[in-house]
């Protein structure tokens, strides 16, 4: 694993999911790294509880985040809240991946805000009915990304680089560090 060293602020962008958490770490408006970190359920397969199975993905979930903030030497963290919940499975995968986020921000202070995907549409494309294509588009046309053509990829990359351009119209601090 290489170190990169930079003088310049790290943000990393996130879409956050326990599934298929999408990133994006830049410098300035320049795209350095982008990602996804998938964690599967496979609690049958081992005969363990559900609840043991999270715990084991949630770690996995933190080994992979940790590991993206020490080599890209992030300073800064952007994040698209997680919203509504159709069930409490769901329910329990948005705490899980709030406190991971706020774990870092607390334990590294490392500064954290966060956007609702209304709020990321909003900014990128005017409204709030936004397909992903739509998304996606439109931020091939805002940062030169490095698609992979794997549909899940693709969006939670452009949904976290959403997330980024949001924060860099919205937040005093994101428009301060990039000037």
Known sequence: MKRTTSTKPRI???DPSLT???WAVLEEHLVVATGVITTKPNAKKRRIREGDDRVRRTQ????ELDSIIRRYQVTYIVAELPHGSQNARAAIMMGIVTGALEGFNVLRNIPLEWYSENDAKKALLGHISASKKEVIDSIDSLYEVPWTDVKYVDEAVADALAIY???ECNSPTIKFMTQ
């Open 12 to 14: 990393l962008a996130c």
């Open 20 to 22: 298929a958490w999408g």
């Open 60 to 63: 996995e979930l933190l080994r």
């Open 165 to 167: 351009y949001c924060a």
